[in-house]
């Protein structure tokens, strides 16, 4: 019988395993491709942060800081279908997309 502990994010996780919600962070030996990040992803990250350069998050506060990242919404996951979704992207600084992955 394993006891639970407190994840890296702070939900309980079992026994030395992460919880269910960073388990696929850690995917480690996996190509980027392989994780949803393909050819398809980039060419849209590109047209997202063309037509969006700024951050999102930060522009809500009167900042105004370059977005270098593309934020799932709904993280790739917990749906596979919004993947490429633009309804699902945000662009974001990278101290923001940080804050959101905490």
Same mark, same amino acid.
């Given at each position: 019988?394993?006891?639970?502990?407190?994840?890296?994010?702070?939900?309980?996780?079992?026994?030395?395993? #992460?919880?269910?919600?960073?388990?696929?962070?850690?995917?480690?030996?996996? +190509?980027?491709?392989?994780?949803?990040?393909?050819? +398809?992803?980039?060419?849209?990250?590109?047209?997202?942060?063309?037509?969006?350069?700024?951050?999102?998050?930060?522009?809500?506060?009167?900042?105004?800081?370059?977005?270098?990242?593309? +934020?799932?919404?709904?993280?790739?996951?917990?749906?596979?279908?919004?993947?490429?979704?633009?309804?699902? #992207?945000?662009?974001?600084?990278?101290?923001?997309?940080?804050?959101?992955?905490?």
């Amino acid at each position: 019988m394993s006891s639970n502990r407190i994840c890296r994010c702070g939900a309980i996780a079992r026994g030395t395993e #992460l919880c269910p919600r960073c388990k696929p962070i850690t995917n480690t030996g996996r +190509h980027s491709a392989a994780r949803g990040y393909d050819h +398809h992803w980039k060419k849209l990250r590109k047209t997202i942060l063309d037509d969006e350069p700024c951050c999102v998050d930060c522009e809500k506060r009167g900042v105004v800081r370059v977005a270098e990242h593309v +934020h799932h919404i709904v993280p790739i996951n917990e749906s596979w279908a919004l993947r490429l979704e633009p309804s699902n #992207l945000v662009p974001l600084c990278v101290q923001c997309h940080e804050e959101r992955h905490r």
